[in-house]
């Protein structure tokens, strides 16, 4: 019934204008609209992310990661840009600098600036 849909990673934030410069200048995403209440942003293979405001909303999960083929290559680029990664010191994860051995892929997270947790994984 859904297969044929396009899914859209949604993200809560407090302030439009700074997710924008995050999301667009820091992480590099194509602005393909805005409005008050939202903007949306195109990804790799024709996907979307849409920001949209809302009071402060904590999380404590991954709500959206990118699927990279070069995950060293992509965490450089971002550090670059001013992103911070997670360093994982504990717990199950085996790391290796910012980037953490799951089962057969590995990933690596940051935060945008209300806090939410954007992921990296590479299969």
């Not at 293979?45 to 909303?57: D, E, H, I, N």
């Not at 990664?85 to 799951?102: S, V």
Request: some cysteine.
């Amino acid at each position: 019934m859904l297969q044929g849909s396009m899914v859209v990673a949604t993200i809560p934030v407090t302030d439009l204008d700074r997710a924008k410069r995050f999301y667009r200048e820091q992480l590099g995403l194509t602005l393909l609209w805005e409005n008050p209440a939202s903007i949306r942003f195109g990804c790799g293979g024709g996907t979307q992310l849409s920001v949209f405001k809302r009071g402060p909303a904590p999380t404590d999960h991954t709500l959206a990661h990118f699927e990279v083929t070069d995950i060293e290559g992509v965490v450089a680029g971002l550090e670059k840009r001013g992103v911070k990664f997670i360093d994982y010191d504990e717990g199950p994860l085996q790391t290796t600098g910012h980037i953490a051995q799951i089962g057969p892929a590995r990933g690596a997270w940051f935060h945008d600036p209300d806090g939410n947790t954007i992921g990296l994984r590479q299969a």
